[in-house]
């Protein structure tokens, strides 16, 4: 399977918080070939089934946001588009920032900046704030209220691009390319006898925390959920507790939202099919899906498995492909043998 | 001249290492006039015959025999030079780290501010790179004001360590920022592409070479402009123009929020005449003729709100014995960044009006 083609389809596709229908869309379309039952609920979260066959069988969750972080429109002045954040953003990626403004059809916005001409030296070393940038549009101010309504999302237009040894770049591999990972685990588990039903899911609004996640994990009523995301990997400018490098295989976030039973299982299986691991200790809140499905209904049992990243939340988010993989191979590896403590609750 | 443009602005050309840009202009160049050369700097130097068909023909004194039959009075016309920079802002490698990534420092003036989280070009190979910042989860709110020194930036190349990133790149390595080139806005009327600076002015330049032209031009696309003009003294000195036109890209600061003249330039309004900048005072008779043509022809003109930015015109203002200078400028949008955005109708107007001051020169009328 060429994972590479599909996290650069899914990663270039629009569809920040609480617009991601459209990527949904794509995304049940990539993984269906892999799953018995796929379809797209409430709040747009992809559910693609994979069954074991086995009546009233026990359920393993795996979840992947679709969402990704972006923009709106707030207002319009002069011509040009007021915006606030959809999700997290380090302002200081905007200024001179090409983007997508999503009217139908899309079009191009470019955070507008002054000439370094007529700044003194002293502008250019404090960073400019959101609430200062505008977008120009090359529109007059009537026709960009007309055109571009308030409420209007917003998203980066990075086409990805490699870099040395299989890392890659592009925008939204937080978490796109961990949906891509889940279709390699559908693939990886394909015509294998699974313990267990499967349920893949594309969740949608994850980076605000008001996730589609947890109702889908509510309707699934599973077993144990796992989120597949993105962790922090170190850049140099990165502090000493940031140590995760790329290449060196998938971040296990233990704590408290790592289950304990989960925990072992996936350590153990790690080490049987010599797939490195990082662990990463998480004391509180895990910063992804997980954390929420966890205590759906009476309680989940929940884990967290991430891939490396560099450069979250930027238009240029970096991966490398190895841990995508082994990543994967990890997560088919649990599918297939979970041990007995995930099926027996 | 878009089309052009595009390609112009694909090109990677940091002062000092311009040799791509050159080569694409010659190739162009050389399928119009046999008289090309390149100078010991690195300027390319096209100079563009009269045409026999024009019937203002004029020759610069020793042009050829065909042409001694032109009127008695193209001995006098004065020799003119048209020049643009094929330099861009950019970048140049300064370390490798231990651990593979690449310290940097800008190449001309960039706002430190542009730079985070860039797509970029390293080198001849043109290895992708991509400019850090480390994630907004890994920084305070309060520390997303601070902007970092120029030595603490640095380029990903993906380099598993400092060895492997030296096998493929030197220290001094250009660095080029990777921008596409789109229309956008109202009719489209709008592009954004880096570089626009100054290869509108090459592009104009080059739409003039294909032309049949009334005298000889002598178009000069110079080096290193972005770091003090520096291929323009040199170029000036070995043309010795008795008047100089340069075409640019110049600072336009008419965002949401600014007001009147510091707007300094406003995208729409036409191109931008030089009279005073920051690098030269242009010669008044030729500003005025260049404001007269542009006013009879019903191009819309406008001059800078600011006395900021210069142009090669400073350089050969004070070339020899002194020469007569003019600009005309496109307004751009975010001058010096990746996406620098310029109003389609200012660039066609100011290649118009570029002709008309060839026509104008060619008839005695300046």
Not at chain 1, 144 to 165: C, H, S, Y
Not at chain 1, 310 to 336: K, N
Not at chain 2, 36 to 58: P, Q, Y
Request: some cysteine.
């Amino acid at each position: 399977m060429e994972i590479k083609k599909y996290i650069k389809q899914l990663c270039e596709a629009f569809g920040p918080t609480g617009f991601e229908r459209p990527v949904a869309r794509l995304a049940a379309e990539a993984i269906a070939p892999y799953a018995d039952e796929v379809s797209i609920d409430t709040l747009a979260n992809v559910v693609a089934i994979k069954r074991c066959g086995i009546p009233g069988a026990h359920k393993l969750l795996l979840a992947a946001h679709l969402d990704e972080v972006g923009l709106v429109v707030t207002g319009h002045e002069d011509g040009f588009l007021c915006i606030g954040q959809i999700g997290g953003l380090d302002p200081r990626v905007l200024p001179d920032r090409d983007l997508m403004v999503l009217t139908d059809p899309p079009r191009l916005g470019v955070v507008s900046v002054q000439p370094p001409h007529v700044l003194k030296a002293e502008d250019m070393s404090k960073a400019l704030k959101q609430e200062d940038l505008r977008v120009d549009v090359g529109l007059s101010q009537k026709e960009a209220v007309r055109e571009i309504p308030i409420g209007t999302p917003v998203v980066f237009r990075t086409e990805g691009f490699d870099l040395l040894n299989d890392r890659y770049v592009s925008k939204t591999l937080d978490d796109r390319a961990s949906f891509a990972a889940l279709i390699r685990v559908a693939e990886l588990i394909k015509d294998k006898q699974l313990p267990w039903d499967v349920y893949f899911i594309g969740s949608s609004g994850e980076e605000r925390s008001e996730g589609g996640a947890p109702a889908a994990a509510y309707e699934t009523d599973a077993d144990v959920c796992i989120a597949i995301d993105v962790g922090q990997a170190a850049v140099p400018d990165s502090t000493p507790e940031v140590f995760a490098d790329l290449g060196k295989g998938p971040l296990l976030k233990v704590g408290p939202n790592f289950t304990r039973h989960v925990e072992k299982r996936l350590t153990a299986l790690a080490e049987k099919q010599q797939i490195p691991v990082q662990r990463v200790a998480t004391p509180g809140r895990s910063g992804t899906d997980a954390w929420f499905m966890h205590i759906v209904k009476g309680g989940v049992a929940s884990a967290i498995v991430e891939f490396p990243l560099r450069y979250m939340h930027s238009p240029t988010e970096c991966l490398d492909f190895a841990d995508v993989e082994l990543t994967a191979r990890l997560l088919a590896a649990y599918a297939e043998d979970p041990g007995k403590e995930a099926l027996e609750c | 001249m878009l089309r052009t443009l595009k390609t112009l602005c694909l090109l990677n050309g940091i002062s000092g290492n311009e040799d791509e840009v050159r080569e694409y202009i010659k190739a162009r160049a050389l399928k119009h006039t046999d008289d090309v050369r390149t100078d010991r700097m690195g300027n390319l130097i096209v100079v563009k015959h009269a045409s026999e068909r024009c019937t203002a023909c004029g020759a610069d004194g020793n042009a050829d025999p065909k042409q001694s039959a032109a009127p008695s009075r193209s001995n006098k016309l004065p020799k003119l030079m048209i020049a643009a920079h094929m330099d861009e802002v950019g970048f140049m490698v300064t370390r490798v780290t231990e651990k593979g990534y690449l310290g940097f420092a800008p190449v001309g003036g960039i706002d430190p501010r542009v730079v985070f989280n860039r797509r970029v070009f390293v080198g001849e190979k043109k290895l992708n790179g991509v400019t850090g910042l480390k994630a907004v989860h890994q920084t305070p709110a309060e520390l997303r004001t601070e902007i970092p020194k120029w030595p603490s930036m640095y380029i990903d190349i993906g380099a598993k360590d400092k060895a492997e990133a030296e096998s493929l790149v030197s220290i001094g390595d250009s660095i080029a920022f990777h921008s596409d080139f789109v229309r956008f806005g109202k009719g489209d009327g709008f592009i954004k592409a880096k570089a626009i600076d100054d290869r509108y002015g090459c592009a104009v330049m080059l739409k003039l070479i294909e032309k049949d032209l009334p005298m000889d031009v002598t178009f000069v696309f110079t080096v290193q402009e972005e770091v003090g003009t520096r291929g323009a003294t040199a170029a000036a000195y070995s043309v010795a123009p008795d008047i100089a036109l340069i075409l640019e890209g110049t600072t336009s600061a008419d965002l949401a929020g600014v007001d009147g003249h510091k707007k300094v330039t406003r995208l729409g309004d036409g191109p931008v005449l030089g009279f005073m900048d920051a690098g030269s005072i242009y010669d008044r008779k030729l500003f005025e003729g260049l404001r007269d043509l542009a006013t009879e022809n019903k191009l819309p003109w406008q001059i800078k709100g600011r006395i900021a930015g210069g142009t090669d015109a400073a350089a050969v203002q004070r070339s020899r014995s002194g020469v007569r200078v003019a600009s005309i400028s496109a307004p751009v949008r975010s001058i010096h960044c990746p996406n620098s955005v310029a109003k389609i109708s200012d660039l066609k107007q100011g290649l118009k009006l570029a002709e008309l001051f060839i026509d104008a020169v060619a008839s005695g009328r300046i």
